[in-house]
């Protein structure tokens, strides 16, 4: 009954391949963001769809591709990895209007 | 420029004692203020928030949290600290519209029997 649920929770890929990270959220929600969290602890948004539509894309390199099939779900595809992209990557929901995240557990990407 | 500033990188307390976690922001219209906190390992959890109304707000795990507008903070307090609260604490600001959080850069809370 995990409310927001992320998969893998850990990712090693060598530089240059492609992954995804999957993002599932059982609240009801209907919005849904990708943080970065990086070495130092910093957390920074990334992106943001309300009900399948993006809203907010913060300055993120074209690599990354969120891809948001339903309300329920928000994937993020990453291309030609690179080392800068090792980071913990979170995901999280919440209802427009009020809010107020709920974060999963958080994907730690090491790209080798 | 919105920013959020955690003053105290890491703080070192005894299990029962009393705790205060500074935070001060910089936000050009009324903030939504929140406390999430990261166990290690772990996603981030939800302490508080405040919107609006009494600027004294009760959290879950014991926390409560002062809104001082006056001084721009939004300090976490709670009263006698248990080891289980060592974690990472994450103090944060967004618009009233939408949640385009900005992150504080973290507290690291360690509790020393």
């Known amino acids: 009954d995990t409310a927001v649920s992320q998969t893998p929770k850990y990712l090693v890929t060598q530089m240059g391949n492609d992954k995804s990270i999957k993002c599932e959220q059982n609240?009801?929600?209907?919005?849904m963001y990708w943080y970065k969290q990086d070495s130092k602890k910093f957390l920074k948004i990334m992106f943001s769809y309300n009900n399948k539509e993006l809203i907010i894309n913060e300055t993120v390199p074209n690599r990354f591709s969120p891809k948001s099939p339903d309300k329920a779900h928000l994937n993020l595809h990453i291309n030609s990895l690179e080392l800068g992209d090792s980071a913990v990557y979170f995901c999280a929901s919440s209802s427009l209007g009020a809010p107020g995240a709920f974060f999963g557990q958080g994907t730690r990407l090491t790209v080798v | 420029a919105q920013s959020v500033t955690q003053p105290d990188i890491h703080i070192t307390v005894s299990e029962g004692a009393s705790l205060e976690l500074r935070c001060n922001y910089s936000?050009?219209?009324?903030?939504?203020l929140f406390w999430y906190v990261q166990s290690p390992g772990q996603g981030l959890q939800l302490l508080l928030k405040?919107?609006?109304?009494?600027?004294l707000v009760q959290g879950i795990k014991g926390f409560e949290a002062e809104f001082k507008r006056s001084q721009s903070s939004f300090n976490l307090r709670k009263p006698s600290v248990h080891w289980s609260d060592a974690a990472e604490y994450f103090c944060?600001?967004?618009?009233?519209?939408?949640?385009?959080?900005?992150f504080g850069t973290g507290t690291r809370l360690q509790v020393f029997p």
């Open positions: 944060a600001v967004g618009p009233s519209n939408t949640d385009k959080l900005i």
């Open positions: 405040y919107f609006s109304g009494d600027t």
């Open positions: 609240l009801g929600h209907d919005t």
């Open positions: 936000y050009g219209a009324t903030p939504y």
